[in-house]
């Protein structure tokens, strides 16, 4: 699962929603044969209400990789890429 969390009046969420619903439907494509794949945005109020991280987003945007039936999880960071 692909997550993209965001906050409505985030200037860098606005900014990055298009983007995501590329790689969204960039990954549906790719991968359609695979119905394990689940690629979704969520509000940050939303997460909270519904959900129990084990710990919750640090900034916004957030964008997780989930596995394993939510007990692994890796999340996105620009500083983690090679310049």
């Known amino acids: 699962m692909f997550v993209f969390i965001h906050m409505d009046t985030c200037g860098h969420c ?16 790719k991968y359609k044969s695979n119905d394990n794949l689940v690629v979704i945005d969520v509000d940050q109020e939303l997460l909270e209400k519904m959900t129990k991280l084990k710990e919750q987003p640090k900034g916004f945007p ?3 990789y989930i596995t394993n039936k939510g007990e692994t999880f890796e999340e996105y960071n620009e500083e983690d890429e090679e310049q």
């Not at 606005?14 to 494509?29: A, Q, Y």
Request: zero cysteines.
């Open 14 to 29: 606005i900014k990055t929603f298009p983007e995501w619903k590329k790689i969204g439907n960039v990954l549906k494509d």
């Open 62 to 64: 957030t964008i997780l």
